[in-house]
């Protein structure tokens, strides 16, 4: 068999080029993973430099931002009067939080471990879509719906106790919403627990509760929690449902019936307002940001940290 | 002009020649991090020959193949220190002696020269057609009825034309193992190679399977120097002139393969062939 | 020692029965109880679909999708304008997204170092891109805000008539005179692009409203005007002040983006950035490492093996995570609010690089704030076809990986 034309001419192409080119190509994937690096710093550089605008303006202090029981940056029209106190709004994001988490992990965990445990393959394909679908319907149209039947029917329940617009009814909208997530992350957690584990429950007698219970989930718990974590920084972080259902009055009270300005639905409402670039009121919005940023940025790195560090392995 | 390579034409006669050795291992050392796979280690390769590397898992033969075509600059922490070279004089044609450690050395252009084959059968997603063509695409300008001969050469160098030769243009994933194993030996010799590597090549395959295998590893002989890790005893002794054996991380004892199972001169070789472990 | 521990002995035979017949009730109440909350996701679900069905339905009609929004005409009220606007802000963001997200995951997933001070920094690229995706997207919006509508205002704040930024290209300006004839104007070249008007009072060369050069006259007041239509059309009366137009082509550029889309997709694209790695990543991660063995083992290099093993490998995957991403940059609302602000009042789509945009989720948003019921059903019926958009392109993304799975099998 003679050796192919191809092998005899040995015309093998120059590498030369071919490693060239490998650089070029790494330098530019390379810039591309800086790119994420850069939205980071960006982030915390513009939250830095404009909340500095806030801060150094005569009417605010950090001791008043941090303390003051009143928010009025876009009910006053005299500065001199305005008074710039987070507390409200936070009151305002915790409520709206507390509330979806009190629907969100619950609901959640027990579908999870419905859907990981219990679930007969049938019922997992109609369940899993449903819960995918649930996770991709868009915020607003949960803001729409808190408005639309939520709202309504709390009224109705109540015999009038909620007020339109109230805490209770955008965290139920933002308990749906964070639902799928700590569902699915949950699952994936307790699926990650090896069948030896739950062999070895089932064969020292336990029902099918308390190896769910007793084996399965504390051995997924720190994906769990993660889950939890992930999702509470998410449900503080939604902006249309509370901009929507919550109301736009600041509140600082526990009353869930009342409305409840987040920080998130402030931000909102300030940029409808649209104040002038370099007022007070406009560089509020950051420092309102800043808030809002590092309470979501602890719990997302506490997230991951409880998952890389806890995380049991099975190998 | 195109010179033909005398390597590719006859060959009897070479086999009878005295060895030669192509590459050349001395006080070899290599390690995965911190952990020493291979200590100190010497062995001649030799030209148009098989040699075996057999040994218990994990005592570092599949180590030392994947140094000799660098495949282990993929593994983080991987490194190796000594000495592992190509000699020049006996590659056709002759040319300088090749450091392969050497950091600044084309991996490229290595890697054409010594092909490897995997334990599993890892045909690409692709046709058989584009499989094959893969290298020769990647190394040399073709044109088409070039790389359709060479396609066709190589599959039936690989034993495997027959059988392929109606669905080129098929899915790769579509044939059986032996197949598969078969067209990635076809994939590897597509770019020319000098050296064979292969990887336990037979281990996932069933006995019809190994037997085509090696009866092909002892046809590619005559044009290529194999280099094959095998745990299995058996298929050292059927098809390979030279046996090396390792045990954690030490070459005990290398030498004809025939000589290694008749009369080894270590007894951890002698146990080792006898099946008393392993 | 073999006499058994008195715990094993002496064991009540009545209440290891009770014990065994609670615990079994209790696993049955407990998958009752699973069942039940599962069934919650559902209702919710099918509550939520009917009740934006009957809301909406009524207005779901031709007007809706061709017509743009009007406060004063609310029964014809459409969304063309939206459908239109999502579609080039998602443009802008798919554009930009999908390259650098695919290029990251490559460069994360492919090109791991070797080196140990790399090594630390590729974990913390990947820890700080697990962070970005907590990143609450109204944050990113403010991000865009200041770094693409102001650029932290070192190109100068754009001003209606007094200051339009750093103008690139795509931008002609020129004075807009009043000639004699009424409703005629006519337009002189505008050099000085810092002199926001000026007075004619000599004649000059300029242009008609067609673009051809003419000779403008100037007519005193007091002497008798020109009779000739064509005459008076290119006269203007001593002292006319004229004020600059620009004429933007569609490729106008302008430092700082202003409340543009370009400035809106560029916001969403940092919004699903993270999600796209992600998936990205998680697709290559389950190319099978032998392939890319196989491939460096015939000597290609590693951006080759990238390119003719690993992409091809991992595309599907890709693909789908990239839809389900732009799924979200669809319906997302806030950042877009916060960029482009929440005017709504828009009867076309973009018309240059530089112009506003209205999207759909901030329609959705607009109408659904207000207290006229018929914006309400509107809301409703435009969140129904939101929803079929969104319900449209999720199927593809499931088709896409049923054919995938189908043929690995």
């Not at chain 1, 009417?59 to 029981?69: A, C, E, I, P």
């Not at chain 2, 070899?28 to 218990?56: C, E, M």
């Not at chain 3, 090594?119 to 403010?142: C, D, E, M």
């Not at chain 3, 008798?224 to 059309?233: E, I, M």
Request: with cysteine; net charge neutral; proline share 5%.
């Amino acid at each position: 068999m003679a050796l192919p034309k191809a092998l005899q001419n040995r015309d093998f192409r120059s590498t030369r080029v071919g490693m060239i080119s490998e650089r070029i190509i790494v330098v530019l994937l390379g810039l591309c993973a800086l790119i994420t690096v850069l939205i980071t710093i960006g982030i915390i550089y513009m939250l830095v430099t404009q909340s500095a605008g806030f801060f150094r303006s005569d009417f605010v202090s950090l001791r008043g931002f941090l303390t003051d029981k009143e928010w009025t940056a876009l009910q006053s029209q005299d500065l001199a009067k305005a008074q710039f106190g987070i507390l409200p709004l936070l009151s305002g994001t915790l409520r709206v939080t507390l509330i979806a988490m009190l629907i969100a992990l619950p609901l959640g965990l027990i579908t999870a471990i419905y859907l990981s445990e219990f679930a007969s393959s049938k019922i997992r394909s109609w369940l899993k879509p449903t819960l995918e679908v649930i996770a991709g319907v868009p915020t607003v149209v949960l803001g729409y719906f808190a408005i639309l039947v939520i709202s309504p029917s709390l009224q109705w329940a109540s015999g009038g106790a909620f007020s339109t617009f109230n805490a209770t009814s955008a965290g139920i909208a933002v308990g749906i919403l964070c639902l799928p997530m700590v569902c699915s992350l949950s699952e994936d957690a307790m699926r990650a627990v090896p069948r030896s584990l739950r062999e070895g429950a089932y064969g020292l007698g336990c029902t099918p509760f308390e190896t769910s219970v007793k084996v399965v989930v504390p051995a997924a718990l720190s994906g769990i929690v993660s889950a939890f974590l992930l999702a509470f920084s998410r449900a503080i972080g939604e902006t249309m449902v509370v901009a929507l259902a919550a109301g736009t009055l600041p509140t600082l009270t526990a009353d869930p019936t009342r409305q409840a300005q987040t920080m998130t639905g402030f931000i909102v409402e300030m940029i409808k307002s649209e104040s002038e670039y370099g007022t007070v009121q406009y560089f509020s919005l950051y420092a309102v940001a800043v808030s809002l940023f590092l309470i979501t940025f602890a719990m997302t790195l506490l997230g991951q940290i409880v998952r890389r560090r806890f995380q049991e392995s099975y190998q | 002009m195109v010179t033909v390579s005398t390597a590719n034409t006859d060959n009897g006669e070479q086999n009878a020649q005295p060895d030669r050795t192509l590459i050349q291992i001395d006080d070899f050392n290599a390690w995965y991090g911190d952990f020493q796979a291979l200590h100190g280690l010497s062995l001649q390769i030799p030209r148009y020959k098989v040699t075996a590397f057999i040994g218990p898992s994990g005592c570092g033969k599949s180590t030392l193949l994947k140094w000799i075509n660098r495949m282990n600059d993929i593994i983080p922490g991987a490194h190796a220190k000594g000495e592992l070279k190509i000699c020049g004089e006996a590659e056709t044609p002759p040319g300088r002696d090749t450091n392969i450690l050497d950091p600044a050395l084309d991996v490229v252009r290595l890697r054409r020269k010594i092909g490897i084959v995997f334990q599993k059968p890892n045909p690409f997603p692709k046709s058989i057609y584009d499989n094959v063509a893969f290298g020769p695409r990647l190394h040399m300008k073709t044109t088409k009825a070039e790389l359709d001969e060479l396609v066709e050469w190589s599959l039936r160098k690989a034993a495997v034309w027959e059988e392929v030769k109606d669905r080129l243009h098929g899915p790769a994933l579509g044939l059986s193992g032996g197949q598969q194993q078969r067209l990635c030996i076809a994939r590897a010799i597509a770019v020319g190679p000098e050296v064979l590597l292969m990887d336990e090549p037979c281990s996932a395959l069933d006995p019809a399977s190994t037997l085509a295998i090696e009866d092909l590893i002892f046809e590619l002989r005559s044009q290529y120097t194999i280099v094959i890790v095998t745990h299995n005893m058996q298929q050292a002794s059927r098809c390979s002139d030279k046996t090396a054996f390792f045990f954690e991380g030490r070459l005990i004892e290398s030498g004809d393969t025939e000589r290694i199972f008749t009369k080894p001169e270590q007894k951890q070789t002698d146990d080792y062939v006898r099946g008393k472990f392993g | 020692m073999s006499t058994l521990p008195k715990a094993l002995s002496e064991q009540d035979a009545d209440f290891q029965q009770s014990n065994a017949s609670r615990r079994q009730r209790m696993s049955v109440w407990f998958y009752g109880l699973c069942v039940a909350i599962a069934l919650i996701s559902v209702v919710v679900l099918v509550v939520l679909l009917v009740s934006i069905w009957v809301q909406g339905q009524s207005r779901l009609t031709a007007d809706l999708l061709m017509n743009s929004h009007s406060e004063l005409d609310i029964e014809r009220s459409g969304m063309w304008p939206a459908i239109i606007g999502s579609l080039f802000v998602c443009g802008v963001c798919a554009l930009v997204a999908l390259p650098l997200g695919v290029g990251t995951a490559v460069f994360l997933e492919e090109f791991k170092p070797k080196a140990k001070p790399l090594r630390w920094l590729h974990g913390f690229v990947q820890l700080n891109i697990a962070n970005l995706a907590g990143v609450p997207s109204i944050v990113y919006g403010l991000l865009g805000l200041t770094v693409f509508v102001y650029m932290f205002n070192i190109f100068g704040q754009i001003k209606v008539n007094e200051s339009s930024g750093w103008e690139l290209m795509g931008a002609n300006h020129k004075y807009q005179v009043l000639s004699l004839e009424t409703g005629n104007v006519v337009f002189v070249p505008q050099t000085d692009p810092d002199q926001r008007q000026i007075t004619i009072d000599q004649p000059v060369q300029g242009m008609d409203a067609a673009g051809d050069p003419i000779e403008i006259e100037v007519w005193q007041p007091g002497t008798p005007k020109p009779t000739d239509p064509a005459v008076r059309r290119r006269t203007v009366r001593s002292g006319a002040i004229g004020a600059t137009v620009t004429e933007k082509s569609w490729y106008y550029f302008r430092l700082p983006l202003d409340k543009s889309f370009l400035a809106g997709g560029l916001t969403l694209a940092l919004v699903i950035l993270p999600i796209i790695i992600i998936a990205s990543q998680e697709s290559l991660r389950g190319v099978s490492p032998s392939l890319r063995e196989a491939s460096m083992g015939l000597g290609a290099t590693t951006w080759q093996t990238v390119r003719d093993v690993s992409l091809p490998a991992a595309l599907p995957g890709i693909m789908t995570g990239s839809i389900l991403a732009m799924g979200r940059a669809i319906g997302e609302a806030a950042p877009i609010l916060v960029v482009l602000g929440a005017a709504v009042a828009k009867n076309a789509g973009p018309q240059n690089l530089m112009d506003n945009a209205v999207t759909m989720p901030v329609l959705i948003y607009n109408w659904a704030g207000r207290q006229q019921d018929e914006f309400k059903e509107l809301a409703a019926a435009a969140i129904i076809v939101l929803l079929v958009i969104l319900l449209l392109l999720n199927s593809a993304a499931i088709i896409i990986r049923h054919k995938v799975q189908q043929s690995q099998s």
